[in-house]
C-alpha cells in the first residue's frame, strides 16, 4: 500500500475509459512510505480478464527526497505491471530506499524522451532505475540518467537491466543524452543491452 503524503494514480473507471494524469509542473517532495513508491505509486487494474493500465506524464517538475521504508521499492516512484510512466522533462532526484529502485522501481512502462534522473540512492541495485524481469523501457531525445548509487557497493549504479532485458531506442538520440548501465555479474562478459532501428552509441564508459 502506498504511504501517506503522495501522489497516487491508479485506473478510475470513466466510461471504461483508462486514466491519465499528468504533471506539467510543481513538485512532489519529502514523502515517506513503508512500501514502494516513496512519492508516487502508478497502478491500474484488472477486472474479469480485462487489463486498465494507468498513465503519469510527467513534462516538467520535480520529484525529489521521497523514500521508502522496510520492505518498499521505488524510493521516487513505483510503476506496476499496470503502470504507464512516460517522462519527457523534469527531473528525479535525491530519492531513497533500503531495497531497489532509489529513483524508480519499474515493473511496468516507461518511456523516457527528455528530464534527468539523477543523485538517487539505493541500498541495493538500480540506484536510478531499477528494471524488473517483465518491464519495458523505451528511450529518445535527450534522457540523462547518472550519479545514482546503489550503496550495497557504494558505486554508482544508474539503471539495472536483469538477465534477458534490453533497453529499446524508439528514436534518435541527441548527443547530450547520457545512461548508465549496470548488469548482473553473470552477463558481464557477452550482453546486448540497446537495440533499436535508429542511430545510437554506447559511451565507453558504460557500466558493468
Not at 466510461?15 to 513538485?27: F, P
Not at 521499492?73 to 530506499?97: P, R
Not at 533500503?98 to 512502462?109: E, K, P, R, T, W
Not at 541495485?125 to 528511450?139: E, H, K
Request: net charge negative.
Amino acid at each position: 500500500m502506498p504511504g501517506i503524503g503522495m501522489i497516487v494514480v491508479t485506473y478510475i473507471m470513466v466510461d471504461n475509459m483508462n486514466i491519465l494524469a499528468k504533471a506539467y509542473n510543481g513538485e512532489i517532495s519529502e514523502n515517506e512510505a513503508a512500501y514502494n513508491g516513496g512519492g508516487v505509486f502508478i497502478d491500474g487494474w484488472i477486472n474479469q480478464n480485462n487489463y486498465y493500465k494507468s498513465t503519469f506524464l510527467m513534462k516538467d517538475g520535480i520529484i525529489s527526497g521521497n523514500k521508502t521504508t522496510k520492505d518498499g521499492y521505488g524510493g521516487g516512484m513505483s510503476v506496476s505491471q499496470y503502470g504507464i510512466f512516460k517522462m519527457q522533462g523534469g527531473t528525479i532526484k535525491e530519492n531513497e530506499t533500503l531495497n531497489s529502485g532509489g529513483g524508480i522501481d519499474l515493473s511496468g512502462s516507461f518511456t523516457m524522451t527528455g528530464g534527468s534522473i539523477v543523485e538517487n540512492t539505493s541500498a541495493y541495485s538500480g540506484g536510478g532505475i531499477y528494471v524488473n524481469p517483465d518491464a519495458l523501457i523505451y528511450v529518445s531525445g535527450t534522457p540523462i540518467i547518472k550519479e545514482n548509487i546503489g550503496t550495497e557497493k557504494k558505486s554508482v549504479n544508474n539503471v539495472y537491466l536483469p538477465t534477458d532485458n534490453i533497453i529499446h531506442v524508439i528514436d534518435a538520440l541527441e548527443k547530450s543524452a547520457n545512461i548508465g548501465v549496470s548488469v548482473g555479474a553473470k552477463d558481464m562478459d557477452h550482453r546486448k543491452i540497446a537495440e533499436g532501428n535508429n542511430p545510437y552509441t554506447i559511451a565507453d564508459g558504460t557500466e558493468t
